[in-house]
């Protein structure tokens, strides 16, 4: 395996020197895609902003032939199309009317709303924790679950089936990839025929009001692809947010000051999502000295282009309060993570709680135990903590 597969990534034992090493090919340069597929990986800060802006680079998967995503993914093809045709995975003009749609309830005063029950959903969690526990398990997972769920209408009685087909989309095992898939589509076309019946006030409920509305409106299939989207989106990079804030604070022993700040460091550090969507030359593009052609993949490594030292002064230190921190965690331009201000919500008063609640909270194994999950998303294996020292 070269330094410029970023299957790499998939089992790096040290994903930072991984990415380190992929960055010191330089900003542009030629490699490969997880089934081997040759690809652009784009790894600069300034190269992966133009990548992300420039209409020249498309999202759409059908824009090439040189990868078969779904295989890559291990989805079947009679449900492919819901879980690959994703908002982020749309150029304008159809981009344009499903975002426009969707923010029409996917709003910041909503999110902002939230904030009342997402601190009493942190207080609930926090005043059921034993001394010793594994903090992804009992905080930072069942944290965002719980609020995407219901936000997005999902009963809590159907949360631990949902959990369990989320997790079969990212196992080995092609056969649990499309038994996940085909749960997740077939769970989410019955709920929303149980939404159209019986109506809340909901965010899918919402969306199908949309839906439903003269003019404008989502197909089915968009429907059906949006609400996975925001329920897998909603919960995986948070959790792994959340976890690997903790993680850092109590292996370098931080004062994390202002949680703000220290969130967007936390994010441009350590963000769970480490690549972009692949985005697909429409012509021939001049990008960072280096000509890629019409047709061609281009990967945009995030994580690469976060600790880009023409971009971040000392990028490889960990600043809490680090001023002008324009990081790439929840993207750039018209893909711009839609639920980039609930994520920063939920972290938000979840380490002030922690933080709050547990002073003395410390790991309960030696640092050199925690390792992190195979895979394309930056996540821990556990987290054992004690709430004393």
């Given at each position: 395996?070269?330094?410029?597969?970023?299957?790499?990534?998939?089992?790096?034992?040290?994903?930072?020197?991984?990415?380190?090493?992929?960055?010191?090919?330089?900003?542009?340069?030629?490699?490969?895609?997880?089934?081997?597929?040759?690809?652009?990986?784009?790894?600069?800060?300034?190269?992966s902003v133009a990548v992300l802006t420039d209409p020249r680079f498309s999202s759409d998967v059908t824009r090439q032939s040189t990868?078969?995503?779904?295989?890559?993914?291990?989805?079947?093809?009679?449900?492919?199309?819901?879980?690959?045709?994703?908002?982020?995975?749309?150029?304008?003009?159809?981009?344009?009317?499903?975002?426009?749609?969707?923010?029409?309830?996917?709003?910041?005063?909503?999110?902002?709303?939230?904030?009342?029950?997402?601190?009493?959903?942190?207080?609930?969690?926090?005043?059921?924790?034993?001394?010793?526990?594994?903090?992804?398990?009992?905080?930072?997972?069942?944290?965002?679950?719980?609020?995407?769920?219901?936000?997005?209408?999902?009963?809590?009685?159907?949360?631990?089936?949902?959990?369990?087909?989320?997790?079969?989309?990212?196992?080995?095992?092609?056969?649990?990839?499309?038994?996940?898939?085909?749960?997740?589509?077939?769970?989410?076309?019955?709920?929303?025929?149980?939404?159209?019946?019986?109506?809340?006030?909901?965010?899918?409920?919402?969306?199908?009001?949309?839906?439903?509305?003269?003019?404008?409106?989502?197909?089915?299939?968009?429907?059906?692809?949006?609400?996975?989207?925001?329920?897998?989106?909603?919960?995986?990079?948070?959790?792994?947010?959340?976890?690997?804030?903790?993680?850092?604070?109590?292996?370098?022993?931080?004062?994390?000051?202002?949680?703000?700040?220290?969130?967007?460091?936390?994010?441009?550090?350590?963000?769970?999502?480490?690549?972009?969507?692949?985005?697909?030359?429409?012509?021939?593009?001049?990008?960072g000295g280096v000509t890629i052609p019409q047709g061609e993949a281009v990967q945009v490594v995030y994580a690469a282009a976060n600790?880009?030292?023409?971009?971040?002064?000392?990028?490889?230190?960990?600043?809490?309060?680090?001023?002008?921190?324009?990081?790439?965690?929840?993207?750039?331009?018209?893909?711009?993570?839609?639920?980039?201000?609930?994520?920063?919500?939920?972290?938000?008063?979840?380490?002030?709680?922690?933080?709050?609640?547990?002073?003395?909270?410390?790991?309960?194994?030696?640092?050199?135990?925690?390792g992190w999950q195979p895979g394309m998303k930056r996540a821990l294996t556990s987290l054992p903590v004690r709430t004393t020292p």
């Open positions: 395996m070269t330094m410029t597969d970023i299957a790499g990534l998939l089992t790096a034992p040290d994903r930072d020197a991984f990415l380190a090493g992929l960055a010191g090919q330089g900003p542009v340069c030629r490699g490969t895609y997880i089934d081997g597929s040759p690809v652009w990986l784009v790894t600069g800060y300034p190269e990868i078969d995503l779904a295989a890559v993914a291990g989805l079947p093809g009679d449900v492919a199309p819901y879980l690959l045709r994703t908002l982020g995975a749309n150029d304008p003009p159809d981009h344009t009317r499903l975002r426009r749609l969707v923010s029409r309830e996917f709003t910041a005063r909503r999110v902002e709303s939230l904030r009342p029950r997402i601190q009493e959903i942190v207080d609930a969690l926090v005043s059921g924790l034993p001394e010793e526990f594994d903090l992804i398990e009992r905080f930072a997972y069942p944290l965002p679950v719980q609020v995407i769920c219901e936000l997005l209408g999902v009963p809590a009685a159907d949360r631990g089936t949902w959990r369990s087909w989320a997790a079969d989309l990212t196992a080995p095992d092609l056969e649990k990839v499309a038994a996940g898939a085909r749960g997740l589509v077939g769970y989410m076309s019955r709920l929303i025929v149980a939404k159209r019946a019986d109506p809340g006030d909901d965010l899918l409920s919402g969306l199908i009001r949309v839906q439903e509305a003269d003019g404008d409106r989502l197909a089915d299939e968009e429907l059906i692809s949006m609400s996975i989207s925001i329920l897998m989106a909603g919960h995986e990079t948070t959790v792994g947010l959340i976890s690997q804030s903790v993680w850092l604070l109590l292996t370098r022993r931080l004062d994390p000051g202002d949680i703000s700040d220290a969130v967007e460091e936390f994010l441009r550090f350590t963000g769970s999502a480490e690549i972009a969507v692949l985005r697909y030359t429409l012509e021939p593009v001049e990008i600790r880009d030292p023409r971009r971040f002064d000392q990028p490889g230190r960990l600043d809490l309060r680090r001023a002008d921190n324009a990081h790439l965690a929840f993207g750039h331009g018209i893909h711009y993570c839609l639920g980039a201000a609930l994520a920063r919500c939920e972290t938000q008063i979840a380490l002030a709680t922690l933080l709050d609640r547990f002073p003395g909270l410390t790991l309960s194994v030696p640092a050199s135990e925690i």
